[in-house]
């Protein structure tokens, strides 16, 4: 499955285990956390497009919190609140606040576990 720019969800989930594991990429850890859950953050959207685009399609101008919100109607109750829930941590993830600590990689890691999960059942 690939998104409007072409990335497949398996490449950004490759891109995320990367940043996870390989010391030889050039940032600081914390840099790296970001950038795997930035994307991770992806490949989850990309998922849930392709769900709601198998049953409504037409939503690609609709906000993703928008999409979250519809999620719930079009596939099971824990899945969409567990969609919803693990988006907004990877939101939260991804952005830089000089007043907060970032993702650990534990942290990081539970989500890609979580992400891989909802891949699956959402698509599959």
Do not use: F
């Not at 050039?26 to 994307?39: F, I, K, N, P």
């Not at 719930?72 to 939101?91: D, F, M």
């Not at 990081?108 to 699956?120: K, P, Q, S, T, Y």
């Amino acid at each position: 499955m690939t998104g409007a720019a072409g990335t497949s969800i398996d490449e950004l989930l490759l891109t995320a285990d990367r940043l996870l594991s390989d010391p030889s990429v050039e940032a600081s850890a914390a840099g790296r956390h970001r950038g795997a859950s930035l994307a991770l953050r992806t490949a989850l959207e990309i998922a849930v497009d392709h769900a709601l685009d198998a049953v409504m399609p037409g939503l690609a101008g609709v906000n993703m919190r928008a999409k979250m919100l519809c999620l719930r109607c079009y596939t099971a109750a824990t899945t969409a609140r567990k969609a919803n829930a693990v988006w907004s941590h990877l939101c939260l993830g991804c952005h830089y606040h000089q007043y907060e600590i970032g993702p650990t990689k534990d942290q990081v890691h539970r989500w890609r576990g979580e992400v891989d999960w909802l891949v699956n059942v959402l698509i599959h």
